[in-house]
Every structure is written in structure tokens, then in C-alpha cells.
């Protein structure tokens, strides 16, 4: 049975996942987002080193331009895309899962996220400049 919070709930378990989960494609979607990369970012995943990194890259790549957001997962929670993706741009070349190193997956957030600021910046100019400024001046500084 259930237990019932005393917190309100405003949106249902697969709202949430629909607006906070890992994307779940349909084949079309899939075609769209993973099976259409243009070609500065495949050479933005193609500049990762090893296959899986690439591969994570490429996901990450497209997971971001459909919800705008960035996903932790591991290879189970996404196969069908991996598998996609591998077919696609490796030409289904033999895929070991591992485990991605910490600082990679960073360095692909980083470069995923600067990819998509310098493309919106060329599409709306100096408004998302000044947007970009703002959010950088309210974020913490990591040294």
C-alpha cells in the first residue's frame, strides 16, 4: 500500500518524469534528436576521447537540445538510444559499457552547454548575450 505525504502534490509521477526524466523517444524523435546531429556537433562528440565518451557525448548532445536539461543515466537506462547512436555514427561498432570518468562527464556538460550558448547567441543575438552575463554573475564560483 502507498503511504500518502502531507506535502501537496501538484503534478502526477509521470508529469514529473515527462518534464524531469530522461527523454523517451518514439522512433520519430529518435530519428529527430539522435539521428539528425549537424556537423559541428558531431565533431563536438567526436572530440571526446574513446568511443564511450563519444557516445555519451552524442546523447547528452541531444537529450539537451530536447529538454534542455542535462541527464545522469547509466548505459542500462538509455540502450535504446546508445544502440541507435552506435549504429549511426560508429556503424555499429563493437560497445563495451563502462563507467565514464567524473571529469569527463563534466567536461561534456561544459562544452554541451557552451555549444548551445554560442548557437542561440548567433540566433538571438545580444538579448541571450546579456542573459548568458546574467546567469554567469548568479552562479557560485568553483574554484
Avoid at 522512433?27 to 565533431?43: A, H, I, P, V, W
Avoid at 569527463?104 to 541571450?128: A, D, P, R, S, Y
Amino acid at each position: 500500500m502507498a503511504t500518502r505525504s502531507k506535502r501537496l502534490t501538484v503534478l502526477s509521477e509521470a508529469e514529473q518524469f515527462a518534464l524531469y526524466g530522461l527523454p523517451d523517444f518514439d522512433d520519430s524523435q529518435r530519428m529527430q534528436y539522435l539521428g539528425s546531429f549537424t556537423e559541428e556537433e558531431l565533431e563536438l562528440a567526436l572530440s571526446r576521447p574513446g568511443v564511450q565518451a563519444q557516445t555519451y557525448c552524442a546523447l547528452q548532445v541531444a537529450y539537451f537540445k530536447a529538454k534542455k536539461a542535462f541527464f545522469q543515466f547509466s548505459w542500462d537506462d538509455v540502450e535504446d538510444d546508445r544502440a541507435f547512436v552506435v549504429s549511426r555514427i560508429f556503424n555499429s561498432q563493437a560497445f563495451i559499457p563502462q563507467a565514464i570518468a567524473k571529469h569527463e562527464l563534466w567536461n561534456c556538460f561544459k562544452i554541451t552547454l557552451t555549444f548551445h550558448e554560442h548557437v542561440l547567441l548567433l540566433q538571438h543575438g545580444h538579448i541571450t548575450s546579456m542573459l548568458a552575463q546574467l546567469c554567469r554573475n548568479r552562479l557560485p564560483a568553483f574554484g
